[in-house]
T-cell receptor
Framework: DGGITQSPKYLFRKEGQNVTLSCEQN?????MYWYRQDPGQGLRLIYYSQIVNDFQKGDIAEGYSVSREKKESFPLTVTSAQKNPTAFYLCASSRFGLGQILAGVNYEQYFGPGTRLTVT | SQELEQSPQSLIVQEGKNLTINCTSS?????LYWYKQKYGEGLIFLMMLQKGGEEKSHEKITAKLDEKKQQSSLHITASQPSHAGIYLCGADVDSGGGADGLTFGKGTHLIIQP
């Protein structure tokens, strides 16, 4: 079955350590996204990638890094520079990316199950 | 500033009652997406609206986008315990087709009382 996976579901780290969250999709989607969710704040965009080997900062990119070496993978590294890393992280993908804006097309984003990161 | 305002923030309704959740923007919404989330889990896509005046239904849930494409409402008829969760609206507010990521509301926490 096609879908988007994130692992692990729960992750615990000590303060000062970098940690990488995995996101894989087999939907052949061009675009992938990372969101962070905190209670009462809704989802906020961290990074997004429209195409392999290219990615853009979202609203809250500071303290995070990403790579897009393969179309199906978009790992997120939470660095020690991120001041409040404890949160729920959601990865998403959509069929079309940059330069493919077509009228009437559904740009639905498919979400993974999420990873809850706790840093102590 | 919050580009998408969702209301109410939380809602407690008795099982069997109808309810409505609203999502409002000061900008034109080029694509409006409704999601449901059980806390701490991934989002489940419910419906997507693009045209002014469009209305879609899925089981007992109906979503509408107003003619101006600045407000959407999600209506649940005869609510059931399975409807409980957090409802999020997401929208493309820059006509980029959502390619730059969607803007989300803060969510509405729905509780169904037996």
């Amino acid at each position: 079955d096609g879908g988007i996976t994130q692992s692990p579901k729960y992750l615990f780290r000590k303060e000062g350590q970098n940690v990488t969250l995995s996101c894989e999709q087999n939907l052949n989607h061009d675009a992938m996204y990372w969101y962070r969710q905190d209670p009462g704040q809704g989802l906020r965009l961290i990074y997004y990638s429209q195409i392999v080997n290219d990615f853009q900062k979202g609203d809250i990119a500071e303290g995070y890094s990403v790579s897009r070496e393969k179309k199906e993978s978009f790992p997120l590294t939470v660095t020690s520079a991120q001041k409040n890393p404890t949160a729920f992280y959601l990865c998403a993908s959509s069929r079309f990316g940059l330069g493919q804006i077509l009228a009437g097309v559904n740009y639905e984003q498919y979400f993974g199950p999420g990873t809850r990161l706790t840093v102590t | 500033s919050q580009e998408l305002e969702q209301s109410p923030q939380s809602l407690i309704v008795q099982e069997g009652k109808n309810l409505t959740i609203n999502c409002t923007s000061s900008k034109t919404l080029y694509g409006l997406y409704w999601y449901k989330q059980k806390y701490g889990e991934g989002l489940i896509f419910l419906m997507m609206l693009q045209k002014g005046g469009e209305e879609k239904s899925h089981e007992k849930i109906t979503a509408k986008l107003d003619e101006k494409k600045q407000q959407s409402s999600l209506h649940i008829t005869a609510s059931q315990p399975s409807h409980a969760g957090i409802y999020l609206c997401g929208a493309d507010v820059d006509s980029g087709g959502g390619a730059d990521g969607l803007t989300f509301g803060k969510g509405t926490h729905l509780i169904i009382q037996p």
